[in-house]
């Protein structure tokens, strides 16, 4: 079992929608969840971090944490084509070890 | 400096050939990391420094790896009698401190082995 998983996608969206990304991870005793971007052929760029359950917003960017369910999800509001790249999502899983662990990352396209 | 700081920033090198990649983390950043990333795939943890605690060797992927630090500053990774299958963008972090802070990523390294 994958211990951070996302859907690789591509998910396409309308500029101006609403793009939502999910990430589900394994260990019940995780505490710190990351969104990274990262656009081809560049370096993950860190969007936000999240620590506790309920809601975390920045700008057009909401993150959403439910540690009973163990995931995580990233909302981008008014989605335009310069958000088209994939997003990595990033856990410190429990056990002692302070290595953030990513998943495979989901691609998304924002069409005009 | 401002920024996690990566060299070379992409090197053609022959299989068989060793090369050495060099990080300089973020001044102050006590916790260094490297990763790898394979062209379309995800991030591979590779090894992990914290102060001047022995690192996490546990994601080198063979005894071809090996990396160093001195003390919280400039890290090198060293792969020894370089396969194709290690071509790839070396990815270093750092990050302030270890519990749950975040990390923040230099530009890479793209190494190609021919």
């Known amino acids: 079992q994958k211990e951070v998983e996302q859907n690789s996608g591509p998910l396409s969206v309308p500029e101006g929608a609403i793009a939502s990304l999910n990430c589900t991870y394994s260990?019940?005793?995780?505490?710190?969840f990351f969104w990274y971007r990262q656009y081809s052929g560049k370096s993950p760029e860190l969007i936000m971090s999240?620590?506790?359950?309920g809601d975390k917003e920045d700008g057009r960017f909401t993150a959403q944490l439910n540690k009973a369910s163990q995931y995580v999800s990233l909302l981008i509001r008014d989605s335009q084509p310069s958000d088209s790249a994939t997003y990595l999502c990033?856990?410190?899983?429990?056990?002692?070890?302070?290595?953030?662990?990513f998943g495979r990352g989901t691609s998304l396209i924002v069409h005009p | 400096g401002a920024g996690v700081s990566q060299s070379p920033s992409n090197k053609v090198t022959e299989k068989g050939k060793d090369v050495e990649l060099r990080c300089d983390p973020i001044?102050?950043?006590?916790?260094l990391y490297w990763y790898r990333q394979r062209l379309g795939q995800g991030l591979e943890f590779l090894i992990y420094?914290?102060?001047?605690?022995?690192?996490?060797k546990s994601g080198l992927p063979s005894d071809r790896f090996s990396a160093e630090r001195t003390g919280e500053s400039v890290s090198t990774l060293t792969i020894q009698r370089t396969q194709q299958e290690d071509s790839a963008v070396y990815l270093c972090?750092?990050?302030?401190?270890?519990?749950?802070?975040?990390?923040?990523f230099g530009e890479g390294s793209w190494l190609t082995v021919v």
């Open positions: 999240i620590y506790s359950n």
């Open positions: 260990d019940r005793g995780s505490q710190s």
């Open positions: 001044s102050g950043h006590t916790a």
């Open positions: 420094f914290q102060g001047n605690s022995a690192p996490d």
């Open positions: 990033a856990v410190i899983l429990s056990g002692g070890s302070y290595i953030p662990t």
């Open positions: 972090a750092s990050s302030r401190t270890v519990s749950g802070n975040t990390i923040y």
